[in-house]
């Protein structure tokens, strides 16, 4: 069965500092990973995926994410945190057998001035 | 752009009452979905729609009906809400389902409270 895991219910950087959000998956072909980013009171938006080729992912906002397949992981990173960074980020994942999308349960980052 | 746009943002409802969720897409987007989201589980499913005339459960579908009623809108009912049903729901949106690779599209949500 097809999962997702974000480790960190919180997240706390200082700004200007590097950040790393979680994120591990299974699935039981090749992974269709994504992430979204919501912020209060809005709904998700698309970050980036990786769907094949550089394991390094560039995306909006200045996040890129790093797959890693032999660890299963495909991690958030920014090399260097906006306050207004801060929000909740979803990972998710499906494979090429399988339409829906498994969302992980959501870390909260919050950047400190 | 509008984008997703759904309708109401908030309500609150009594036990029992029945009441109708819409959502309207202007991306000439074929798939459609509603989802649930809670604190601490991330999204559930409730019910997906892959083109125009067709909907399938998804994850959590009990006490929910969903009607396709063209290609930009889709909405999602609750025939007799339950305290249970309280919860924050999206809709989205992607090209098509069979595009692995395609990101949905979210909106701002329906903040429903059932007391």
């Known amino acids: 069965a097809q999962s997702v895991a974000q480790p960190e219910d919180q997240v706390n950087v200082a700004e200007g500092n590097p950040l790393t959000v979680k994120c591990t998956y299974s699935v039981s072909g090749n992974p269709y990973l994504f992430w979204y980013v919501q912020y209060p009171n809005r709904g998700l938006q698309f970050l980036l995926k990786?769907?094949?080729?550089d394991n390094l992912v560039k995306g909006s906002y200045g996040f890129e994410a790093e797959f890693n397949k032999s660890q299963t992981s495909f991690h958030l990173k920014k090399p260097s945190a906006l306050v207004s960074d801060s929000a909740l980020y979803f990972c998710?994942?499906?494979?090429?057998?399988?339409?829906?999308?498994?969302w992980g349960a959501g870390t909260k980052l919050i950047i400190k001035p | 752009n509008a984008g997703v746009t759904q309708t109401p943002k908030f309500q609150v409802l009594k036990t029992g009452q029945s009441m109708t969720l819409q959502c309207a897409q202007d991306m000439n987007h074929n798939s459609m979905y509603w989802y649930r989201q809670d604190p601490g589980m991330g999204l559930r499913l409730i019910y997906y729609?892959?083109?125009?005339?067709?909907?399938d459960k998804g994850e959590v579908p009990n006490g929910y009906n969903v009607s396709r009623l063209n290609k930009r809108e889709f909405s999602l009912r609750l025939e007799s809400a339950a305290p249970s049903q309280t919860s924050v729901y999206f809709c989205?949106?992607?090209?098509?389902?069979?595009?692995?690779?395609?990101?949905?599209?979210f909106g701002d949500g329906t903040r429903l409270s059932i007391l």
């Open positions: 998710a994942v499906r494979d090429g057998s399988n339409y829906q999308l498994i």
């Open positions: 990786y769907i094949t080729g």
């Open positions: 729609s892959a083109s125009e005339g067709t909907t």
């Open positions: 989205a949106s992607s090209e098509a389902m069979t595009g692995f690779d395609q990101p949905q599209h």
